[in-house]
């Protein structure tokens, strides 16, 4: 490996058939290759210290657009690799300095890795988010004028009902969330409720009253999405948006590390 570069660390997993990921590009355009130890692979790619180095790594990770073009390419790799069998996701921007710390890694955590790609075998993760939907607004039309009232006084007795009414939404939208919720995780084997997401990185404007992830049997994809479906049409106050199957990012406990040089 050249002095000036490092090792991007995308997953671990137990086998990926090496000629399968050929002409396969990860993060900065990079070929993906694996690294093999203690009966585990971790799949790796090969980034420029110039870029990935810790310094102006942590410049890069404050540039959303730069941010989205690695976590796309990363995802990309992690969802290839995913297809042939049980994965363990690593976070973005594990990096190391070179093949033989990934390998060192492997050794020293076997039974962490082991144990992770036992609990997410045969299965895949759904994203599901609830936005709550625009409504309030039109509470004020619904409080008349009073004939004998001054102009200003009937638009703060409209704006205070305005507001009022937009609080109610509100509550029940956020209600309706924690009902989707305690239900979706009742048909998943787990479930996790992520921090609302920026609306800069999604480009929603909506307000997000729920950002859950679903970790389920890939052999019941059809029937997760029924009940995702089932629950829009209950709950009017919010909008559900289901994505994936998705590797399991939400639901390995077991990380990589922090970077090495």
């Known amino acids: 490996m050249a002095p000036d570069s490092a090792v991007w660390l995308y997953a671990v997993t137990r086998g990926v058939p090496a000629e399968r990921l050929a002409g396969l590009a990860g993060v900065g ?29 942590a410049r890069n990770l404050e540039n959303l657009p ?54 997410v075998a045969g299965r895949v993760e759904w994203g599901v988010k609830a936005y709550a939907v625009p409504g309030a607004s039109a509470t004020a039309a619904l409080v008349p004028d009073r004939v004998d009232e001054r102009p200003g006084l009937a ?12 609080e109610l939404a509100q509550q029940a939208a956020l209600h309706s969330a924690d ?47 029924t009940v995702v479906r089932e629950l829009a049409d209950r709950h009017p106050t919010i909008r559900l948006e289901l994505t994936g199957p998705w590797p399991p990012y939400s639901f390995v406990a077991v990380q990589a590390g922090e970077a090495q040089r």
Request: hydrophobic content about 45%; overall charge positive; proline content about 4%.
């Open 66 to 119: 730069w941010l989205e073009t690695v976590a796309r390419a990363h995802h990309h790799v992690v969802d290839t690799v995913a297809r042939f069998g049980p994965v363990v996701p690593t976070r973005l921007a594990t990096v190391y300095r070179d093949g033989a710390r990934v390998g060192a890694v492997l050794m020293q955590r076997q039974a962490e890795f082991g144990t992770a790609l036992d609990r």
């Open 155 to 166: 638009y703060l007795r409209r704006r205070r009902a305005q507001l009022a009414g937009r």
């Open 29 to 57: 355009g990079g070929p993906v290759g694996l690294v093999e130890a203690a009966g585990l692979v971790a799949v790796v790619g090969t980034v420029p210290l110039a870029e990935f180095g810790e310094e102006p790594l």
């Open 179 to 225: 009902q989707v919720h305690d239900v979706l995780g009742r048909h998943a084997e787990a479930a996790r409720r992520h921090t609302p997401q920026d609306r800069r990185l999604i480009g929603d404007t909506g307000w997000m009253v729920l950002n859950g992830a679903y970790l389920a049997a890939a052999a019941a994809t059809a029937e997760f999405a």
